[in-house]
Structure formats: C-alpha cells, structure tokens
C-alpha cells in the first residue's frame, strides 16, 4: 500500500504560478513511476504529467508543456509540479498518482495509487 498526499492548490490569477507536492508514504519501493493528473468538473481525468522513479525520465501533456514541469525527490519520496502561465483552462483539481508497473503513462487506469486531490482555480 502507497499513500499519495497532495499539497499546494489554491487559488492564483492568470499568468500566475503555483508549485504542487505530493508526498508517498508506505511501501514506496514498489513505485514504479508518477505522474499528475486534473480534472475539471464535466469534463474527463486528464493526464498532465509523469515522471520515472529510478530514471528522472519526464512525459508532458502538449497542453502543459513548457509550462509545468514535474520533479521527484527520491530523498524525501516527494514529486512535485511547478506550474507557470496557468490560465483559467487549468483550473480543476488535481491529482497525484503512482504506479507499479510501466505500461501507459498516460492512462489513468494504470495507474495503481491515488491521493486526495489538491484544488487549483485561475481567476482571468
């Protein structure tokens, strides 16, 4: 068992930044990869981001790059996401996930832990 805390939303203007967290608790050592995910209301979990565990290899959702970047921590088993240039198009809340096997990044239903959820809100 993984336990998944996000940390960090709030509620920013546009063009605005935030830096999100997520701290991995439990048995860590089965994490595999990480990765970001939001979701607005009517609207389908989205992937945003993913990072490799052992190898810092980093995957982006076009919508988000070169604005967000993902980070992990191994030191401390934290990930991050800093978050530039946000615009109202990303508000939602978003999640923090991980993974015990490598298959599809970008496909919720691989992966295997999931937090709570922290909210972010770009007023225009």
């Known amino acids: 068992q993984v336990q998944l805390v996000e940390s960090g939303g709030g509620l920013v203007q546009t063009g605005g930044s935030l830096r999100l967290a997520c701290a991995a608790s439990g048995r860590t050592s089965s994490v595999y990869f990480m990765g970001w995910f939001r979701q607005a209301p009517g609207k389908e979990r989205e992937f945003v981001a993913a990072v490799m565990w052992r190898d810092p290899i980093t995957y982006y959702e076009d919508s988000v790059k070169d604005r967000f970047t993902i980070s992990r921590d191994n030191a401390t088993n934290t990930v991050y996401l800093q978050m530039n240039s946000l615009t109202p198009e990303d508000t939602a809340t978003y999640y923090c996930?991980?993974?015990?096997?490598?298959?599809?990044?970008?496909?919720?239903?691989?992966?295997?832990?999931w937090g709570r959820g922290t909210q972010v809100t770009v007023s225009s």
């Open positions: 996930a991980a993974g015990r096997y490598w298959t599809n990044y970008r496909s919720a239903r691989e992966y295997d832990y």
